[in-house]
Each structure stands twice: as structure tokens, then as C-alpha cells.
């Protein structure tokens, strides 16, 4: 992909909900995990994850597993931010995010 479709696929600096509820949806996908994994792993109840991903509002426990278990930073659920991303993990997310699309 090149830069520009990078940009595009990640909606790069859009920090609306879609965005994010897209970008935090597709960080489960590429991991492999389904929300109740998810849930578990941050110490919440399934619908409260379930709420964060429909509102487009991850919690920042969230942001921190998906950093921490992950390599998934903050950048790339806030702010579509790609260019930290280990190569690998931004070709999964990109993946995931251009089947949303």
C-alpha cells in the first residue's frame, strides 16, 4: 500500500467515533480475539466492551492492553496513527480495517 492509501484505510487524524469505533473494532480482528476475550483481559463486563466498540469510546484500559498485549498504541486508536506501528501489525490492522470498509 502505499502512503496515501495508508492514510486513507487508517483514517489518519480523523478522531470522530466511526473512526475509532472502526480502528478499535479492527485491532480485535487483527489479534484474533472476540469481545468477550477482550472483556476478560481489561477486567470488564462483555457489554461494556460491547458499548466501547458500538460508541466508538475505548476506555483507556483498553488502549492500554491493546498496547501492551499488542503493540496496538494509542496513536492508532485516537488518531489513525500508523508510522509507530511494528510493519506487521500495521499490515493486519490495515487488513481488517479495508474489510470494514
Same mark, same amino acid.
Not at 480502528?23 to 472483556?39: F, P, T, Y
Not at 470488564?44 to 496496538?72: C, D, N
Not at 494509542?74 to 470498509?101: C, H, I, M, T, W
Given at each position: 500500500?502505499?502512503?496515501?492509501?495508508?492514510?486513507?484505510? +487508517?483514517?489518519?487524524?480523523?478522531?470522530?467515533?466511526?473512526?475509532?469505533?472502526?480502528?478499535?473494532?479492527?485491532?480485535?480482528?487483527?489479534?484474533?480475539?472476540?469481545? #468477550?476475550?477482550?472483556?476478560?483481559?481489561?477486567?470488564?463486563? #462483555?457489554?461494556?466492551?460491547?458499548?466501547?466498540?458500538?460508541?466508538?469510546?475505548?476506555?483507556?484500559?483498553?488502549?492500554?492492553? +491493546?498496547? #501492551?498485549?499488542?503493540?496496538?498504541? +494509542?496513536?492508532?486508536?485516537?488518531?489513525?496513527? +500508523?508510522?509507530?506501528?511494528?510493519?506487521?501489525?500495521?499490515?493486519?490492522?490495515?487488513?481488517?480495517?479495508?474489510?470494514?470498509?
Amino acid at each position: 500500500m502505499t502512503y496515501e492509501e495508508l492514510e486513507r484505510v +487508517f483514517r489518519r487524524g480523523d478522531s470522530g467515533n466511526n473512526a475509532l469505533r472502526l480502528r478499535l473494532i479492527a485491532a480485535r480482528r487483527a489479534v484474533g480475539m472476540e469481545q #468477550k476475550e477482550i472483556a476478560d483481559a481489561i477486567g470488564v463486563p #462483555k457489554q461494556t466492551y460491547h458499548s466501547q466498540e458500538a460508541r466508538g469510546a475505548p476506555s483507556v484500559a483498553a488502549g492500554r492492553y +491493546f498496547y #501492551k498485549a499488542h503493540g496496538i498504541d +494509542f496513536n492508532y486508536l485516537y488518531f489513525g496513527d +500508523f508510522q509507530s506501528l511494528d510493519a506487521e501489525v500495521r499490515d493486519r490492522l490495515a487488513a481488517q480495517l479495508g474489510a470494514l470498509e
